[in-house]
T-cell receptor, first 114, second 115 residues
Framework: GDSVTQMEGPVTLSEEAFLTINCTYT??????LFWYVQYPGEGLQLLLK?????DKGSNKGFEATYRKETTSFHLEKGSVQVSDSAVYFC?????????????FGKGTKLSVKP | EAQVTQNPRYLITVTGKKLTVTCSQN?????MSWYRQDPGLGLRQIYY???????DKGDVPEGYKVSRKEKRNFPLILESPSPNQTSLYFC??????????????FGDGTRLSIL
């Protein structure tokens, strides 16, 4: 079945460091790909998405490119801030799958130190 | 304000005592879903609903029930809760379950502790 694998955390960075969180997927169809962010004590919020190969999603300085050849959707940010501390989830929704249900990775906790 | 509202936010209860977690959305979304979040396991889907009166099992439905009598509400029912259902629960909704590029909007979560 479809699945998402993302790098295990926790990831600890200093402010202004470069961030990469790896995400790879397995899907039978042509999925849409998402990154969600969960701030402490809150629900998940959509961070960015890409719906087809070579699309780049971007928001709040974060970006990720849908790479069909490597089945990847790595999250990057050039300069992280303390306020970026959160848990990040990669997810897919298979267009040919079960009615748009999301399949999540296990999440990567990011801590940014001042 | 567009939102998904869950109640209660926190609940401590005992094994076997029926409980209901309510979920309501004000965005006229067709699709609603329940997840549980456990350390090391990420989010796992419990049940989902494509529209009113249409519900289906997700990956971990055992011990849970749902209903969708109205478009805005999607309660999660634990008829006889057990300690292994201690978890953080999230309700989510999206405009349509048919189109996979629709993002889901999440509630703030309900932390259940079953003693």
């Amino acid at each position: 079945g479809d699945s998402v694998t993302q790098m295990e955390g926790p990831v600890t960075l200093s402010e202004e460091a470069f961030l990469t969180i790896n995400c790879t997927y397995t899907a039978t169809g042509y999925p849409s790909l998402f990154w969600y962010v969960q701030y402490p004590g809150e629900g998940l919020q959509l961070l960015l998405k890409a719906t087809k190969a070579d699309d780049k999603g971007s928001n709040k300085g974060f970006e990720a490119t849908y790479r069909k050849e490597t089945t990847s959707f790595h999250l990057e940010k050039g300069s992280v801030q303390v306020s970026d501390s959160a848990v990040y989830f990669c997810a897919l929704s298979d267009q040919e799958g079960s009615q748009g249900n999301l399949i999540f990775g296990k999440g990567t906790k990011l801590s940014v130190k001042p | 304000e567009a939102q998904v509202t869950q109640n209660p936010r926190y609940l401590i209860t005992v094994t076997g005592k029926k409980l209901t977690v309510t979920c309501s959305q004000n965005m006229n979304h067709e699709y609603m879903s329940w997840y549980r979040q456990d350390p090391g396991l990420g989010l796992r889907q419990i049940y989902y609903s494509m529209n009113v009166e249409v519900t289906d099992k997700g990956d971990v439905p055992e011990g849970y029930k749902v209903s969708r009598k109205e478009k805005r509400n999607f309660p999660l029912i634990l008829e006889s809760p057990s300690p292994n259902q201690t978890s953080l629960y999230f309700c989510a909704s999206s405009l349509s379950g048919t189109y996979s590029n629709q993002p889901q909007h999440f509630g703030d979560g309900t932390r259940l502790s079953i003693l």
